[in-house]
């Protein structure tokens, strides 16, 4: 089933259901569209929060189905999320135990993908 299809069921959930699709629900559609590397790289780049788990999601699915060229993209596109979120925790707004927390849902994020 294409990716589209799966964009519409998210649709009419929050429509419908008031249902709003979280990470999980991206990780989800990411692996189920396992064959549609390139329209599921498309879905992540259009998301307004793109976060690490999806990316992890997709990185995985390239190594499945042995695509290479895209699990470089992919992992140039994880390591731009993280440099982002290091460079808004290293401003003064931020105190150090706020700054920990962060670091440490990146690494949960990150180890826990469940893949």
């Known amino acids: 089933m294409a990716l589209s299809r799966w964009q519409e069921y998210f649709q009419t959930n929050d429509q419908e259901f008031g249902i709003q699709p979280r990470a999980e629900h991206y990780v ?47 992992a140039k596109g994880s390591l731009e999320i993280i440099r982002k979120l290091f460079l808004q925790i290293s401003g003064p707004s931020w105190t150090r135990p706020v ?15 469940n893949i």
Request: aromatic share 4%.
């Open 28 to 74: 989800h559609m990411v692996k189920l569209g396992m064959g549609e590397l390139e329209e599921a790289y498309n879905l992540i780049l259009s998301l307004p929060n793109s976060w690490t788990r999806i990316w992890g999601a997709l990185l995985s699915c390239c190594d499945a189905c042995g695509n290479p060229e895209m699990a470089e993209s992919v």
């Open 99 to 113: 700054r920990c927390r962060l670091l440490e849902r990146l690494v949960v994020d990150s180890n826990t993908q």
